[in-house]
């Protein structure tokens, strides 16, 4: 077996050999094995005397050098849900040379996050996310408070407001009932569907609409394809606990010539500047409102260097997110016939008074139906850490000093199974708990700790800014999915895997690929 002296010195004679690509096999190879033997040994560090200031404690399976980086395993979630189990709520990784603090005590976040946003709202340096995905820290998901950020968070704030959203209604309608119009044939077609890629159709095509002012047809459209393959390549790209050049800047050097450096080099550069160049050109040319035309029309004076990566950071924000959380949404569904035929039973209630489907607005008159949607985003996360943020010096929190420059992050997992947030057996899916609190997530999110659904979305100064969005898109998919469909799985022995993810899928966590029928409800109230 591979001990870590030899792992190390062949790491150390690769790497003085001058071959650029052997030390990252080595040490992905050796990692694998590291993370067997390195289980979940870990310690509590003994509190020091005389000082109110509490140490954070780390899991003991780091190694001199990399630190914890090869621990995580393919459920980076997971492993270090594992990891708070045995260490609290807070706990310090050692990522190479970086310093990662995670959290998953709901009050503790809010008290980092929210109490001390003016210190925690800045991004930490990720080599993906700043010097490619961003340009250079433009647009809004990875750039500083301050000048860009200031800017381009306004930009977006007003064109993702509720009131904004009204304009767009009539397209998610359309959008989420095409969605159940495509599972509804592509089932009858091929006896099942997964219906991830339909999911990636719809949401894709209603951010698309709105930011450059066109949508895509059907799911082997060449150009769809070509979107959501430069999305799926930056969501692999973000992955944080991947970001071998920025923890260990030896390998940086060599990275940047024939590594993943490279690729991200090329793949900014060469595939997706151009195309988002071109969407943009396309877009001031069409007939119609779009959010190209309205940072350029309604006076934000964002340059079009940040323009480009704000409507680059809407998209890849507004399509993966959603796709997956829907996908998730469905899996789950499948494993409840019968809450399924209350769902279905409460919109048609609507439906028989009202002649139609209920809109967001209307959403206190189908409560289950918001219920189930918080429900499943607190029983299976969309994110595995959301985006990290960072502090721009020193600061105490609960008698804990967080270090300038760390990366804070809040575990998505079990920050979402934390009983004191949700004291009902916070394991179980049970959609009532939230029978009340209705209202809506983008309020929840911004209103008191104790009124928080859940923490999908985010923190402070940081928070979604397509919250609502999401929300409605969310809301305008399942109620047509349930009005119009039931969903079986494809025999009674196969349902879709719920009790893991796909593995290495990137920042977001996607639910195994899996099959289900979506079978027409006989009596079905609307049918288009
Ligand atoms: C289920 C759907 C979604 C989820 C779970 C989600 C989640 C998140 C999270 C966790 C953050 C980081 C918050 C923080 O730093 O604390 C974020 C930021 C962001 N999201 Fe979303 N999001 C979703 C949908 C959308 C949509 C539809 C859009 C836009 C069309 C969008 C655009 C953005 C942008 C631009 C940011 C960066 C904000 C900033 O850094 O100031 N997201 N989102
Ligand atoms: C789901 O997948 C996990 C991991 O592959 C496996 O351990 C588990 O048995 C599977 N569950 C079911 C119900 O098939």
Known sequence: MLTLTNFQERFQKSFFDKDPILPVITVAAAATLIYSTC???SYKQPQKQNTALKEIPSPKCGYPYIGHMW???PLPGKTISEWHRDLGPIIKLKMGVRTWIVCDDPELAHRIFVTHGADTSYRPYTTYSNKYFSNGARGIAFSQPGKHWDKSRA?????????????????????TSDLVTRLLESTEKNGYTDPYKHNELCFLNVVFKIAYGRSFDAIDDPEFLQVIDMIETSMKFLALEKDKPNFLPIVAIFDYFAGT???????TDVVRNPAFTRFAEEALLRDGPNVVKSLKEDGHNLPDEDALVLLGDF???GTDTLSVTFSWNLAIMCHHPDLQERVSHEIDKYIQVHGKLPTFDERTQVPLCVSVLKECMRYRPTTYFGLPHTADRDIEVDGYILPKGCTIIANMDSIHKNPKHYPVHPESFLPERYMNNLKTMQAAANGKLDQRDHFNFGFGRRLCPGTYLAEVELFNAFVQ??????????SEDEYPNISTARENAGLNILPPPYKVKFIKRKDALIHV
């Open 315 to 317: 998209i890849t924000g």
């Open 39 to 41: 289980k979940f040994i």
């Open 261 to 267: 450096q490279a690729k991200m080099k090329h793949f």
């Open 71 to 73: 621990s995580f395993g």
């Open 155 to 175: 930009a977006a704030l007003s064109v993702l407001a509720p009131k904004k959203i009204k304009n767009y209604l009539d397209s998610i309608h359309r959008e």
């Open 481 to 490: 999915v349930f009005a119009r469909c039931k969903i079986e799985p494809i």
